[in-house]
C-alpha cells in the first residue's frame, strides 16, 4: 500500500486539473513553460496533506472490506495524519462516500483504483491520476466507470460538463479500448468537504466523451506538432498560472476596465443610465472611442444571432421577429425618372448630381413646386420599386406583426445572408 506522495508525482502538461485552461487556451501551456514552478502555499499544502490522507486511508480501508485485515488503528491514524478536526471530517466523509455512495457498500467483482494515472497513450499524453476509479456492471447490465476527484477548496466547483473529470473519464476509456473493452457510460463526481453539499455527480455519455476526447486532442495537436500558441481569455484566465505574463489577459483586461466607465445605475425601465456626454472627461471619451469599434461589431453579430435563433425556430422571451420595412429604389431607367421629373417643372440640376439624386432630395423640390405629400407618394410609386424588408427583431410590445413563416421569407430572398450570418 504504497503511495506515491503528490509532490513527489510529475505533471502532464495537458493534466486533468488544468484540463479547463489548456483545451480552451492552448497558448497557456507555452506560457506556463517559461514561468518557474510554482513554489506551494501553506493552502495547497494542507490539500495535498488531506488528498494524501484520503488515499491512504481510503485504500486501508477497502483493503479491509476485501481481505478482512485488520482496521484497527486506521480512526487513530487519520487523527494522527491530518492537521485538524475539519481535515480528519475531510477525511472520514470521502472514505465514507466512496463506499456507500459510489461502491454502494460492496467491492466484489469490482474493478478499480486510487491515484492511478492514466494517460491516452505513450505520446499523447492527455490525462493523470484519478483520485478514485472503479468499474463495474450496474443493475441493467451496463459497464459503469465511475471516476471521483477530491477537492479541498471552497470555491465551488461546476460538475456538469467538468473538464477535469473529462480528462481522467477519456483517458481510463481509451486504457480500455486499447485492451478490447469499453464502458456504456461515466458517472462523475466530486467530493468537496467545504462545499455543500459535499458530493455532486453527473454521468458523461459516450458522445459526451467523444465530445471532450475530440477537443483534447486537438489542442494536443495544436500544443505539439502545429507548435502554435492561441490564446483565448475568458472566466479559466482566473485560475491560470501564466496570467501575470499573458500580453492577451493583459489587453482584455485593460478593455475591462476601459468599459468600467460606462457601468451606471440600472433605471426601473431596466435600461442603465448612462453618464451626460457633456460632462465625460477628455480621458473618458478617449476610453470609450477606443472600445467603439469591437462593441459595434460585437453589437452587431449579438443581432444576427439573435436573428437566426428566430430563422431557426428559437424564439427569444420579450422580442419577436417582424418583417422591416423595404428599401425603395429609383427604376432601373433614371431615364424615364429624369423625363417624368421634367415634366413635373423639375430641372435636371435638381434631379441629378453624376448621379440620381436621393429620393428625399428629390420629393422636397416637388413640394416646393406645390406638389402635394400625397400626390407625391403616388407618382413615386411610378418611378421607384419597393424591395421588401428582411428581418427585424424588435421588444414584444413594439408595433408589428410577428413573421410565422421564415420559410416563406428565405425562399422570397427577403432575408440578407448578412443578417443570419
Ligand atoms: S491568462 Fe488566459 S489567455 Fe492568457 S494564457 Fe492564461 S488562459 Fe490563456
Known amino acids: 500500500m504504497v503511495h506515491k506522495k503528490h509532490t513527489e508525482r510529475t505533471h502532464e502538461e495537458l493534466g486533468g486539473s488544468s484540463a479547463a485552461i489548456w483545451s480552451v487556451c492552448t497558448g497557456s501551456v507555452f506560457l506556463k513553460r517559461t514561468i518557474p514552478q510554482q513554489e506551494p502555499t501553506e493552502h495547497t499544502q494542507k490539500g495535498t496533506r488531506a488528498h494524501e490522507a484520503c488515499d491512504y486511508a481510503l485504500e486501508w480501508?477497502?483493503?479491509?472490506?476485501?481481505?478482512?485485515?485488520?482496521?484497527?488503528?486506521?480512526?487513530?491514524?487519520?487523527?494522527?495524519?491530518?492537521?485538524?478536526?475539519?481535515?480528519?471530517?475531510?477525511?472520514?466523509?470521502?472514505?465514507?462516500?466512496i463506499w456507500v455512495d459510489v461502491l454502494k457498500s460492496y467491492i466484489t467483482d469490482k474493478s478499480w483504483g486510487i491515484e492511478d494515472k492514466f494517460t491516452y497513450s505513450d505520446n499523447i499524453r492527455i490525462g493523470g491520476p484519478t483520485d478514485f476509479w472503479t468499474i463495474y456492471i450496474d443493475n441493467k447490465g451496463k459497464r459503469v466507470l465511475h471516476v471521483v476527484?477530491?477537492?479541498?477548496?471552497?470555491?465551488?466547483?461546476d460538475i456538469i460538463k467538468n473538464k477535469q473529470l473529462g480528462v481522467y473519464a477519456t483517458a481510463i476509456r481509451e486504457y480500455l479500448l486499447q485492451n478490447g473493452k469499453d464502458i456504456d457510460y461515466v458517472l462523475a463526481s466530486v467530493y468537496q468537504p467545504k462545499s455543500s453539499p459535499p458530493n455532486k455527480t453527473t454521468t458523461f455519455k459516450l458522445n459526451q466523451l467523444d465530445s471532450f476526447k475530440k477537443q483534447f486532442l486537438s489542442a494536443?495537436?495544436?500544443?505539439?506538432?502545429?507548435?502554435?500558441?492561441?490564446?483565448?481569455?475568458?472566466?479559466?484566465?482566473?485560475?491560470?498560472?501564466?496570467q501575470s505574463i499573458c500580453k492577451d489577459y493583459n489587453k482584455s483586461a485593460s478593455l475591462q476596465s476601459d468599459l468600467m466607465i460606462l457601468e451606471s445605475e440600472i433605471e426601473d425601465n431596466g435600461l442603465p443610465n448612462l453618464p451626460e456626454v457633456g460632462t465625460l472627461s477628455n480621458e473618458d471619451l478617449y476610453k470609450i472611442y477606443k472600445v467603439t469599434k469591437p462593441i459595434t461589431e460585437y453589437l452587431k453579430k449579438v443581432n444576427a444571432h439573435i436573428k437566426s435563433l428566430f430563422i431557426v425556430n428559437k424564439p427569444i422571451a420579450g422580442l419577436?421577429?417582424?418583417?422591416?420595412?423595404?428599401?425603395?429604389?429609383?427604376?432601373?431607367?433614371?431615364?424615364?425618372?429624369?423625363?417624368?421629373?421634367?415634366?413635373?417643372g423639375l430641372t435636371l440640376d435638381q434631379i441629378f448630381n453624376q448621379k440620381i439624386k436621393g429620393q428625399g432630395v428629390v420629393k422636397a423640390h416637388l413640394k416646393d413646386l406645390g406638389m402635394k405629400p400625397k400626390d407625391i407618394e403616388e407618382y413615386f410609386g411610378q418611378l421607384t420599386l419597393k424591395k421588401p424588408g428582411g428581418i427585424k427583431v424588435v421588444e414584444e410590445s413594439a408595433k408589428g406583426e410577428p413573421i410565422v413563416n421564415f420559410d416563406e421569407m428565405i425562399l422570397l430572398g427577403n432575408i440578407d445572408e448578412t443578417e443570419i450570418d
Open 320 to 344: 419577436k421577429a417582424i418583417q422591416a420595412i423595404g428599401r425603395s429604389n429609383w427604376i432601373e431607367d433614371t431615364d424615364i425618372v429624369a423625363t417624368k421629373l421634367v415634366d413635373k
Open 149 to 157: 476527484d477530491y477537492k479541498n477548496g471552497r470555491t465551488e466547483v
Open 220 to 242: 494536443h495537436r495544436k500544443v505539439y506538432i502545429e507548435k502554435k500558441p492561441k490564446f483565448k481569455t475568458g472566466s479559466h484566465c482566473l485560475w491560470c498560472h501564466a
Open 61 to 97: 480501508f477497502l483493503q479491509h472490506k476485501i481481505d478482512g485485515r485488520s482496521k484497527e488503528g486506521l480512526t487513530k491514524w487519520i487523527e494522527d495524519n491530518t492537521d485538524d478536526h475539519e481535515m480528519f471530517e475531510s477525511v472520514i466523509g470521502y472514505i465514507t462516500f
